[in-house]
């Protein structure tokens, strides 16, 4: 029997979903395509289905988590007016530092629980911070600390470029979920439309009204995929359903989270879910985590792939160019 078309598998999804799906990237580069398009149909399942999973044997050292979380820790230790010092305001492309309640995800809610801080591509071994690969709102280079935190750039580069390499790996296999040539989005992504946010979430407590304000409030993610490192043992993601649940997406151990973003969506004609998430920390204690945020190059126009539209599905949204997309989200989220 043939495989089910993207049609007719989105015809019958499951979106009730009650758990997200652990997926092993093991044959991510296996040499042998059977096992490539078997891995992809596992992912194709979850795109459809979840638009959540989670992903196991990413090879990245565990050294390297600890590193960039160490780096954070110190960095969000520091008094706020040095954190000030690299306010992503006073930034043309907002990298840098963003303050608590600066961002509000959910535009019913009175601003995210977070502070996080921003940056995009930068060759490692650079000792002065190269032009960014792709920034859309005026170039420019990314900013780091710089007294008392020698370790800062470098542990957070390391973790910034083996996740990339995770989200290049990643690109062939949605190629081919989506029954495209494995090299559909290569000419497409030449440009690392790849933004890192390092997220410090203090202890929410019960005083907070948790309707207004949450770690970060109900959103979907604006690019193609984002690649999240959640500090172990502390619960805070959750996922909606479409049953209007919320799914808690725990850290689970050896494990990175990746969810779809608008962009997919909007290339899938919705048959791969953008699923709505928010995280709150109410476990006492801090809690840090990163997402890496993929995107194609700004000039791509997100227009339905081939097999996402029928007469029954006919196409959902007009037709823009992910740079324009993602301004108009930054606009709307951040005031930028
Ligand atoms: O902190 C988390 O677990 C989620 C962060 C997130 O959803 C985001 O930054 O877009
Ligand atoms: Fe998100």
């Known amino acids: 029997m043939s495989e089910p078309s993207l049609l007719e598998q989105a015809a019958q999804s499951r979106t009730a979903f009650d758990s997200v799906p652990i997926i092993d990237l093991t044959n991510a580069t296996s040499p042998d395509p059977a096992l490539r398009r078997q891995l992809a149909a596992e992912i194709r399942d979850a795109c459809i289905n979840v638009g959540f999973f989670y992903v196991r044997n990413h090879d990245i050292p565990d050294a390297c988590f600890a590193d960039v979380l160490a780096a954070m820790k110190s960095f969000y230790g520091l008094p706020i007016e040095k954190k000030m010092e690299l306010e992503n305001k006073k930034q043309v492309n907002f990298m840098g530092y963003s303050p608590l309640l600066s961002g509000n995800n959910d535009p019913s809610n009175s601003g995210d629980l977070q502070e996080g801080f921003e940056f995009g591509y930068e060759a490692l071994e650079n000792s002065t911070a ?14 780091w600390p710089t007294d008392g935190l020698p370790q800062f750039r470098e542990s957070a580069l390391k973790y910034y470029h083996a996740a990339l390499s995770v989200g290049r790996r990643m690109f062939p296999l949605f190629a081919l979920a989506l029954g495209l040539e494995e090299n559909f989005f290569e000419d497409k992504t030449r440009n690392s439309a790849a933004l890192m946010r390092l997220l410090y979430y203090p202890p929410q407590t019960a005083a907070i009204d948790e309707n207004k304000v949450m770690g970060i409030g109900a959103h979907t993610d604006w690019e193609c995929f984002t690649i999240l490192w959640q500090e172990p043992k502390h619960q805070a993601l959750q996922v909606l359903n479409s049953e209007k649940q919320w799914i808690s997406a725990p850290p689970i151990e050896g494990t990175l989270v990746i969810n779809l973003g608008d962009q997919f969506a909007r290339w899938t004609n919705d048959i791969f ?15 840090y985590a990163i997402p890496l945020f993929f995107g194609t190059d700004y000039d791509v126009r997100l227009e339905p792939i081939p097999g996402c539209v029928s007469a029954e599905r006919p196409a959902k949204y007009e037709v823009i160019t992910a740079g324009d997309y993602v301004q108009s989200r930054l606009q ?5």
């Open 130 to 143: 190269s032009e960014l690969g792709n920034t859309i709102i005026g170039g420019g280079k990314n900013v």
């Open 273 to 287: 879910k953008s699923t709505v998430h928010r995280a709150i920390n109410r476990n006492g204690v801090d809690r």
């Open 332 to 336: 709307a989220t951040y005031g930028h």
